[in-house]
């Protein structure tokens, strides 16, 4: 699907990702259909492909993987854009980072948390249960 075939509220999104090496996957896959792992290796020098693709789903956008037989008959992956209506909103910010007081906090209540429900016998809660939950 060339670029002129998408909704343009979905060429909208792309226009907003964030981050080079999300943008580099963004840019070439419209530019010419999809991107391979080799791709991103050779042309963009990334050690670890998929994560480069990666950090473009985790801005929401819909990203299909597939395989692809390269010249020399190695199976490799490839990346295209999936169903713009699978575009994930809540996610269109990216990875949230967390403080580095709330990182160094957390286990010391999860600590807390575990003892202390050890010491009144209550079950103690898994991350789904809904405490855990963002609302």
């Known amino acids: ?3 002129h075939n998408y909704p343009k509220s979905f060429l909208n999104l792309l226009k907003n ?4 090496r999300s943008q580099i996957v963004v840019q070439h896959i419209l530019e010419h259909g999809y991107i391979t792992s080799e791709e991103l290796q050779r042309q963009y ?11 473009v789903r985790e801005q929401g956008i819909p990203i299909e993987t597939f395989r692809i037989t390269t010249p020399e008959g190695k199976s490799i ?5 999936g169903d713009p209506s699978e575009v994930k ?3 269109l910010k990216g990875r949230i980072v967390l403080p ?3 990182k160094e906090t957390l286990p010391l209540f999860l600590l807390m948390l575990s003892v202390d429900t050890i010491n009144t016998g209550l079950p103690i809660p898994h ?3 809904p405490i855990f ?3």
Do not use: C, I, T
């Open 1 to 3: 699907m060339d670029q």
């Open 100 to 102: 580095k007081s709330l």
């Open 17 to 20: 990702v964030k981050g080079k």
């Open 127 to 129: 991350f789904s249960s």
């Open 77 to 81: 992956a490839a990346y295209r854009f």
């Open 45 to 55: 020098g990334y050690e670890h492909p998929p994560r480069a693709v990666r950090d």
């Open 89 to 91: 909103n809540h996610r």
């Open 133 to 135: 939950s963002p609302k």
